[in-house]
Nanobody
Framework: QVQLVESGGGLVQAGGSLRLSCAAS????????MGWFRQAPGKEREFVAV????????NYADSVKGRFTISRDDAKNTAYLQMNSLKPEDTAVYYC????????????????WGQGTQVTVSL
């Protein structure tokens, strides 16, 4: 089973930027879609962004469209989430995960999650 390690979170002021990384081990991600999710305190985990296996197609939640960019580097078996123009409502623990297709990433059920990385955006 793939192991996922998220990193790059931190405390940033509103309007700032962060770049999250999702490093995978255990198998290659090159044939899989990758997704980012987040969970704010007291809320359910929600979809943020997804990229297909080749990197040629992306999809974003409306709340982050135009501010966040998902990318991947299969040579490093790593996915990224560039977050710009951050808002306090982006504060959450961010997770990554993987499925065969973009549709499955968005709507699929997951047994395994990594530890996530905390993003805190202050006013």
């Amino acid at each position: 089973q793939v192991q996922l390690v998220e990193s790059g979170g931190g405390l940033v002021q509103a309007g700032g930027s962060l770049r999250l990384s999702c490093a995978a081990s255990g198998r290659s991600l090159s044939s899989y879609a990758m997704g980012w999710f987040r969970q704010a305190p007291g809320k359910e985990r929600e979809f943020v962004a997804v990229i297909n296996w080749s990197g040629s197609s992306e999809n974003y939640a409306d709340s982050v469209k135009g501010r966040f960019t998902i990318s991947r580097d299969d040579a490093k078996n790593t996915a990224y989430l560039q977050m710009n123009s951050l808002k306090p409502e982006d504060t959450a623990v961010y997770y990554c995960n993987t499925k065969r297709s973009m549709k499955e990433v968005i709507s699929g059920e997951y047994v395994y999650w990594g530890q996530g990385t905390q993003v805190t955006v202050s006013l």
